[in-house]
């Protein structure tokens, strides 16, 4: 496996196997560790401010117990008509969420941190994403879901499976964030910290 010269450890701060799954690509030795932080939105925060936050907290509540790694840190919104949608939880709410993005878009933002736990530096971005839907009947819907539960993914869809096919079109510079974790920015923050990508 490929890594940086001074063998920095790498952490990704997350429980996701879809954004292990994607940091898998980069073809790198990493662990993959849980952060435990409060996600709850602050009042007057903007979705774009509440996903940086999470994406460095979960970097840096790693990097407690880490002192001498880099440490990824990532958080996801779904924004339909400018409003925060969630994981559904169940089949209901999943059912609703996708009637209500029937001929609609959703945004989707990725906050994504790249924490150096030996000096404490750190970059952060957001990365937007937008997902056109066609017009979904009850049928469509109820099938999805019978095949794929998407109840813990938010907007209730997975983009890496039947999900796409949910979709009028996609619009964004990095299909990853979509999934959770925006490989084209991470590779160059890597870059940056002295990790050998290619």
């Known amino acids: ?60 509540a790693v990097a407690k117990s880490h002192p001498d790694a880099l440490i990824i840190g990532s958080d996801q919104v779904a924004l339909l008509d400018g409003k925060i949608i969630g ?9 609703a969420q996708l009637f209500a993005a029937s001929g609609k878009k959703v945004t989707f933002l990725t906050g994504l941190s790249l924490l150096n736990s030996q000096n404490s530096t750190h970059e952060t971005v957001v990365v937007p994403f937008d997902v056109e839907f066609r017009q979904l009947n009850a049928v469509m819907i109820e099938a999805y879901l019978q095949h794929e539960q998407p109840y813990q993914c938010a907007g209730s869809f997975k983009s890496e499976g039947l999900g796409i096919a949910l979709f009028k079109r996609l619009k964004g510079d990095d299909p990853s964030a979509l999934i959770g974790l925006p490989l084209i920015q991470l590779t160059r923050m890597l870059e940056k910290a002295g990790v050998v990508i290619l």
């Open 1 to 60: 496996m490929k890594i940086s010269n001074n063998a920095t450890k790498i952490i990704l701060a997350s429980s996701s196997p879809f954004r292990k799954a994607l940091l898998q690509r980069l073809q790198l030795d990493f662990d993959a560790i849980s952060p435990n932080i409060d996600e709850t939105t602050q009042n007057g925060e903007l979705p774009e401010e509440l996903v940086a936050r999470l994406s460095l907290m979960k970097a840096r």
């Open 87 to 95: 994981k559904p939880g169940n089949h209901r709410r999943a059912t």
